[in-house]
């Protein structure tokens, strides 16, 4: 996009648009590496809200954290989620291979406000209250559920090493432990789930083969939604169409696509980052650890590696005063989490790794805040929980092949996370069990003739045994 150039004074009475100002690019090769060293920089020469290059389009980047809290909290009403809000969008400006319209111009509970908002959240809250609520039973099924998968992923990567051996916890561990929670929740029948858990993995992956598996998925989740509609069952989708039975098949599986972008995600992405934190014993993590506080450890790692780096933009409906910045109606503004919480306004000027910031990590951002605050924050604790738990209790020791800083990352403008996470691991001389299931007590009134199997794991099993024979 040609823009005129303009120097970026905070105190200018001129006011230029931020079509109009000089804007640095955000993604560098510096970024994929250090993006802290980038939110730093910027924060410096611009300071609590900074005009950048997104892969081609000006945006406002939000680095403080008051400035951020201030939009997600929206007391004035004035920030729109919506994309329609978004004017180089609305007027066409916006090139359309610009690579984050996909994730954007899907119309789901992330895009929307005021009332359609209020509704489509009502019914997540509602769908996913029997999974997150710890005293349901279906949470405790789930949990359980959850322990078995992790066990059983553990076996799959550790079968035949004599006790000993090498694995990419990424990709054998957390990167599909999620999606089968995710898979479960979906209630898929008669094993269907298997291929379209390997569907999830390609798409969330984005790699060459990503396009024809999207188009499964999509086609899959459609016609799951409307199998639900004819035929409830005590799941996710058919607990979504309880809340709110005027969805239509196109907007209900709209909404379990975002499920499984997000769901399927976000908790490995945290998984990986909490092992790394655990092995290396920063942020006093693993004290916490050994206190049995492993909540807490989520917390904080979630504090100073949030998975959600940047969130999604946010546009005013009428000009209006961010961190000095005049920001005009219809300017986008992403939403830094990460610089956020290394703002030192945010944290005091101590560092992330400081033991004593134990029982101060409540006002992180990292889950959001506000009217779009995660409506997921228990299920993925008790995924990330549960993960760690199992990781700890089966490896008797467990180290990096790799110095940390030698970790390859994944960086998106939104999200970081590592691409692999090579161990070296030792089993545990007797493997722990996890806790056994609680006994079934249908609450939700499934079909009588329609047990839930456990899913058969044909094509998850011959790619992560693939992946062990890869790793040796
Ligand atoms: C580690 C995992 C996760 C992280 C870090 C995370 C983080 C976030 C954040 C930061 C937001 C706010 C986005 C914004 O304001 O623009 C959000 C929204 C949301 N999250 Fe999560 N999330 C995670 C897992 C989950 C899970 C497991 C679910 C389960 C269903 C979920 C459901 C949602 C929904 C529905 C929204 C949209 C709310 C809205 O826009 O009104 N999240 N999440």
């Keep these: 996009m040609d823009r005129p150039v303009q120097a970026t004074d905070p105190s200018s009475t001129e006011r230029p648009s931020l079509r109009e100002l000089a804007t640095d690019p955000l993604i560098t090769r510096d970024y994929e590496a250090r993006p802290a060293l980038v939110y730093e920089s910027l924060r410096a020469r611009h300071g609590a809200v900074a005009p ?46 610009w690579p984050l319209l996909p994730a954007l111009e899907v119309d789901h509970v992330v895009f929307q406000e005021g009332r359609r908002l209020e509704e489509l959240r009502g019914a997540y809250h509602a769908a996913l209250r029997p999974f997150q609520d710890p005293a349901s039973p279906q949470a405790r099924e789930l949990r359980a559920a959850t322990a078995r998968y992790a066990d059983e992923l553990i076996d799959v990567m550790t079968e035949g090493s004599g006790g000993s051996g090498f694995a990419d916890l990424s990709a054998q561990y957390a990167r599909p ?20 858990l390997m569907d999830m993995w390609r798409v969330l992956d984005a790699g060459p083969d990503s396009g024809p598996a999207l188009e499964r998925l999509l086609a899959a989740l459609a016609e799951l939604a409307a199998a639900k509609m004819a035929r409830p069952g005590d799941d996710f ?54 206190a049995g506080l492993i909540r807490e450890t989520v917390n904080r790692v979630a504090m100073a590696s949030p998975p959600m780096a940047n969130l999604t933009m946010r546009c005013p409906s009428t000009d209006v005063r961010l961190g000095g ?126 047990p839930r199997p456990e899913q058969p794991r044909s094509a998850l099993w011959r790619f992560l045994r693939g992946l062990r024979r890869g790793a040796r």
């Excluded at 907007?251 to 399927?264: C, D, P, Q, T």
């Design 177 to 196: 432990l999620p999606l089968m929670v995710v898979d479960r929740l979906l209630g898929f029948a008669n094993g269907a789930g298997d291929e379209v």
């Design 325 to 450: 910045r005049l920001i005009r109606a219809g300017e986008p503004v992403m939403l830094s989490v990460a610089a956020a919480h290394a703002d030192p306004a945010f944290t005091g000027g101590a560092g992330l790794d400081r033991a004593d910031r134990v029982y101060q990590t409540r006002a992180h951002l990292a889950w959001g805040a506000g009217p779009h605050h995660c409506l997921g924050v228990e299920l993925a604790t008790m995924i990330v929980e549960t993960a760690i738990d199992r990781l700890f209790a089966r490896f008797g020791a467990l180290s990096l092949t790799l110095p940390p800083d030698q970790l390859p990352w994944r960086s998106s403008p939104l999200m970081r996370g590592l691409r692999s996470l090579p161990v070296r691991y030792e089993l545990a001389p007797r493997p722990a069990q996890p806790v056994p299931s609680p006994a079934p007590q249908p609450v939700f009134e499934p079909e009588p003739d329609a």
């Design 237 to 290: 989708p058919s607990h979504m169409l309880a809340a709110r039975p005027e969805f239509t098949v196109d907007e209900l599986s709209r909404e379990l696509m975002m499920l499984v972008g997000v769901a399927g995600d976000f908790p490995g992405v945290l998984i990986n980052n909490t092992v790394v934190e655990v092995i290396n014993g920063g942020a006093g993590v693993r004290d916490s650890l050994s």
């Design 52 to 97: 950048v290059d997104l892969l081609g389009v000006p945006v406002w980047l939000a680095l403080g954290y008051a400035e951020v809290l201030e939009v997600m909290q929206n007391r004035d009403r004035v920030w729109s989620k919506r994309l329609d809000a978004w004017r180089d969008y609305a007027e066409g400006r916006v090139p359309r291979d």
